[in-house]
């Protein structure tokens, strides 16, 4: 079994590959003050849970967008499977290209999840991840990373909303009964709901204005939900795109 590790700001999301079928997803917290010991308990209890020994697992793969935990979970990894994780990284072989001013600013993730996304739809597409940034990247028809733009994360800009707003309550994320509120919940989660779906909807047709091309949709991201039933076009949501990417570029390199 392969286990894949995306390390983002807010999540740390795990997946576990039996051949090419993921077979069981896990979802940690991103905490850089937690040591590597609380770490290798947190995975050891979730794996054991379900019954998946450390023997069981070949090899680990890691993306990770927020350094100061790298270290962190090479020690975990080592101290619980005895082998150092892989971390994917810039100088190895991907499924595209990249044609971008500096590509050490792009991150990871969004390389490791547009990897995959190209696998899919062999089309020029657009990878819109709901994270706790909203981002968008584009590949070209010819499996050319070309850039992209990034938009607030949803509940990055609400928690924000409400801790810098004196009088606001907290509010969930339900689509109310009208666009227009009734109540200031109301009037936030419209704002919210209908005017993420417009950013997405409104970004993507300006990609397809720029490349001069139609294009596939991927979504993904743990906030996606959120807004998946008010985005009017024709997509694909992959729930597990970086953990299928990461799948994807160990493949690649172990041959």
Do not use: C
């Amino acid at each position: 079994m392969l286990l894949t590790i995306d390390i983002g700001n807010t999540n740390i999301v795990l997946g576990i590959f039996k051949k090419n079928n993921i077979i069981k997803t896990y979802r940690l917290s991103s905490r850089v003050l937690r040591t590597s010991d609380e770490y290798a308990l947190d995975i050891t209890s979730i794996l054991y849970f379900d019954k998946i020994t450390k023997k069981d697992i070949d090899d680990v793969i890691i993306s990770s967008v927020v350094p100061p935990l790298d270290p962190i979970f090479e020690r975990a990894i080592e101290k619980i499977f005895n082998k150092k994780p892989i971390f994917v990284n810039l100088s190895m072989k991907y499924p595209i290209k990249i044609k971008i001013d500096n590509i050490n600013e792009l991150g990871i993730d969004r390389l490791v999840g547009s990897s995959m996304a190209y696998e899919i739809t062999k089309n020029s597409t657009v990878v819109v991840d709901f994270g706790t940034a909203t981002t968008f990247d584009v590949i070209n028809k010819n499996g050319v990373f070309i850039g992209g733009a990034i938009a607030p994360g949803i509940l990055l800009a609400l928690e924000s909303l409400i801790t810098r707003t004196a009088k606001l309550p907290k509010v969930e994320l339900i689509l109310p009964e009208s666009a227009i509120g009734k109540n200031t919940i109301n009037a936030i989660q419209s704002g919210f709901l209908y005017g993420w779906s417009g950013i997405v909807e409104k970004v993507v047709k300006e990609i397809e204005n720029s490349i001069r091309d139609s294009v596939s949709v991927i979504i993904t991201g743990g906030a996606s939900h959120f807004v998946l039933p008010l985005i009017k076009l024709n997509y694909i949501y992959e729930r597990d795109l970086v953990l299928k990417g990461l799948k994807l570029i160990y493949d690649l390199n172990k041959k």
